[in-house]
């Protein structure tokens, strides 16, 4: 189909066109001037992102999230919301509302679930893509009732997001002093142990009793090294002196054995000089002679005994390093010993200062959420009230009126093709090619100038006449 054809199709329904034209514009006019009008009134509400935490002071990083003002969202197109705006309004209070419900529901349900669901259905909510602003839209047919019902919700929903703050942080509190409960039961219980076997094992100080008993077995190591030098050194004296008198220092050394040798060095210079001058059997001499072997074996006997007293002082270095390696062996037994407690005691220590970091931990978290239990605040706050609308947002007549006259003249133009496509006519020289039938001739219409138009019809009139 040519433009032209086209045009020479509207021309020839143009009657039809017009027709649904008027038709569908007046209907459209009509219809708009006598729906009831409804008022739209709205309430701006802000979500403040870089508000903190008023108990932990740490900023939610969950709020950053797109899906966080979809939530908000939905929690104030929640029935939990709308419930509560029922209340807030007093609808379950109204006896022509109560008598309303009834019959409509049949007493089935609830005032508030059964007037909550009204509400929301004209309940519009929109949240800006660019900002963290929610606009709570209501519609309704009082304007004043209209502006109650969106201030009425944004309060709802301010009321329950610090519900839904509060009630998890009431939960967690309640479980936290339950915790605590335990966890002090337990701490006391193990701070018990511990000083029962404190007092149990004597023990006051641990480390301190540790340190002495160490000190002291180093010294006792010290001396039992010391005593085995001395019993080693006694008993090789004792074994010189047991084979050579004569040469032992021990033995030569001893004041009474020097003392015996210069008295019989002193009677041998003098039995030789009176020998020289009395001779040998002089009674003097002989005397003499008796002294000096009373001396000699005076001196042997001495001599036994410095020996004798040798093998003595060996036998007190054994029976000391004996005594000092018993009191050794008693002091590491000892050290042993302390050890083990020192391991108990620190094992008890670590338990109760692990229960005690537990208990203080979960103190912490039972001061905050209870802090959280009890806060009313929220980083939720109403931007701009709604207030009451004074011009109705619905119907817009001047828009329906301008949507009317498209609708109708695509209406119009679309029942003229359809007419044509059933009652097909020839209109144009196009039209009889496409049915492949030949063309004599074609006349075309020519226009008439007024002053001729006006002598023809002045000619039809005589020739009636």
């Known amino acids: 189909m040519s433009f032209q054809q086209f045009i020479s199709i509207l021309i020839a329904r143009k009657k039809l066109i017009l027709s649904i034209f008027a038709i569908v514009v007046a209907t459209t006019t009509l219809i708009s001037l006598v729906l009831p009008k409804s008022y739209k009134a709205v309430t701006t509400i802000l979500v403040d992102f870089k508000t903190p935490d008023p108990v932990t002071g740490a900023l939610g990083q969950a709020m950053i999230m797109p899906e966080f003002m979809a939530t ?63 606009s709570i839209e209501y519609s309704n047919g009082d304007p004043k009732l209209a502006a109650s019902v969106a ?83 006694a008993m090789s004296r004792q074994a010189q002196a047991q084979d050579k008198f004569d040469s032992n220092p021990d033995v030569m050394n001893n004041p009474v054995i020097q003392n015996l040798r210069t008295t019989i060095t002193a009677a041998e210079g003098k039995l030789q000089q009176a020998s020289n001058e009395l001779g040998d059997n002089h009674p003097q ?39 000092i390696r018993e009191a050794l062996d008693k002091q590491k037994q000892r050290v042993l010993d302390l050890k083990k407690q020192h391991d108990a005691v620190s094992v008890l220590q670590k338990d109760v200062e692990s229960t005690q970091r537990d208990y203080d931990s979960i103190n912490q978290r039972q001061n905050q959420t209870n ?18 609308p004074v011009k109705p947002a619905k119907p817009k007549v001047l828009l329906n009126i301008l949507v009317s006259i498209f609708l109708g003249g695509m209406l119009g133009i679309g029942f003229a093709l359809l007419m044509e496509i059933k009652e097909r006519r020839i209109r144009s020289v196009e039209d009889l090619a496409e049915i492949d039938t030949p ?27």
């Open 151 to 233: 201030n009425a919700f944004a309060e709802a929903y301010l009321d329950t997001s610090v519900e839904l703050m509060v009630e998890p942080a009431k939960r967690y509190s309640e479980w936290f002093v339950q915790r605590a409960k335990q966890v002090r039961d337990k701490l006391e219980k193990q701070q018990a142990s511990l000083s029962a076997y404190q007092k149990e094992k004597g023990i006051i100080s641990v480390d301190e009793r540790l340190d002495v008993e160490n000190n002291r077995l180093n010294e006792l190591s010290t001396q039992l090294t010391l005593l085995e030098a001395q019993k080693s050194d």
């Open 72 to 134: 908000q969202v939905d929690i104030i197109g929640s029935d939990r919301v709308a419930r509560r705006v029922v209340k807030m309004l007093g609808l379950d209070q109204d006896p022509q509302l109560l008598a309303e419900w009834k019959e409509d529901s049949g007493g089935i349900g609830t005032v508030e679930g059964y007037y909550a669901d009204i509400l929301s259905k004209k309940l519009d909510i929109k949240p800006s893509r660019e900002s963290n602003v929610i």
């Open 371 to 388: 802090l959280q239990s009890q806060s009313q605040q929220t980083n939720i706050s109403v931007l701009t009230p709604a207030s009451e």
């Open 285 to 323: 001499i002989k005397q003499q002679k008796a002294e000096l072997e009373s001396l000699r074996s005076k001196l042997k006997s001495e001599m036994a005994n410095v020996a004798s007293s040798l093998g003595i002082n060996t036998q007190v270095s054994i029976q000391k390093e004996d005594e």
């Open 439 to 465: 063309v004599l001739g074609e006349l075309t219409v020519q226009k008439i100038s007024p002053t001729r138009q006006k002598r023809l019809k002045q000619f039809k009139l005589g020739m009636t006449a």
